[in-house]
């Protein structure tokens, strides 16, 4: 009896050990998790107007015009938000519903787009009384000229405003109250998408523009989902 148990013990020893083995050898680099965007190397970039899944309305445009800097930081051209703009509302292509799961012949033919990204807001949350805001955003950079899905990874960040007027006791309590209130409240929501982009994207592999362009291959991609607090 004791002998039938080592042996049993010593097989499931040799499945679960190749397994923990190839998690712990698993490449998790850029140039690995990324590598048709390598292969690819697209060079402009059409930011797409946001799918905006919340009850928050304006989180639409917040986010489109955050897209910009980032993306630019990274090293790829962008093209102008605000023009772009003016062509989707006039091809009534401003709803990226019927786009980020279809075809981008247009947007490569029309513009010269090499990529769209698309922003997908999931969830959008302003606690004035605590003094945050939380963000739940996926971005997804598909090919204009292959379709495929070249990068992909989505983020919950909070961005906390809250305010210490340093003043004790009971008073100072709710006068920090009434001040983070009024800071969050007044924050521009630019500010947080631009954040909340610049971080998420932070694993994104660098553009032609950039002095690391084909340079970070080598560099852990990280985890598909992040979460993060300034």
């Given at each position: 009896m004791k002998k039938t148990i080592i042996i049993a013990m010593a097989l499931v020893a040799g499945l679960v050990l190749p397994a923990q083995a190839g998690t712990q050898g698993e490449d998790n680099s850029r140039g690995t998790k990324?590598?048709?965007?390598?292969?690819?190397?697209?060079?402009?970039?059409?930011?797409?107007?946001?799918?905006?899944?919340?009850?928050?309305?304006?989180?639409?445009?917040?986010?489109?015009?955050?897209?910009y800097v980032p993306l630019c930081d990274k090293g790829y051209y962008v093209f102008p938000p605000m023009l772009t703009m003016e062509m989707f509302q006039t091809e009534s292509a401003y709803d990226a519903e019927q786009f980020v799961d279809g075809s981008l012949d247009a947007f490569r033919n029309v513009l010269g787009a090499d990529a769209c990204m698309f922003t997908v807001i999931k969830d959008w949350k302003r606690l004035n009384a605590l003094g945050t805001i939380t963000v739940n955003v996926e971005f997804i950079l598909r090919s204009t000229k292959t379709g495929a899905t070249l990068y992909q990874r989505e983020g919950t960040v909070s961005v906390d405003q809250s305010v210490k007027t340093n003043t004790g006791g009971l008073l100072g309590a709710l006068l920090d109250v009434a001040a983070t209130a009024a800071t969050t409240a007044s924050t521009d929501k630019a500010v947080v998408g631009r954040?909340?982009?610049?971080?998420?994207?932070?694993?994104?592999?660098?553009?032609?523009?950039?002095?690391?362009?084909?340079?970070?291959?080598s560099v852990k991609a990280g985890k598909d989902n992040v979460s993060a607090t300034f």
């Open positions: 990324y590598a048709q965007m390598y292969d690819e190397k697209p060079r402009a970039i059409v930011v797409m107007p946001p799918i905006n899944r919340t009850n928050h309305v304006e989180a639409k445009d917040y986010f489109y015009s955050a897209m954040k909340c982009a610049v971080y998420v994207l932070g694993n994104m592999p660098e553009g032609p523009y950039s002095p690391n362009y084909q340079k970070d291959q």
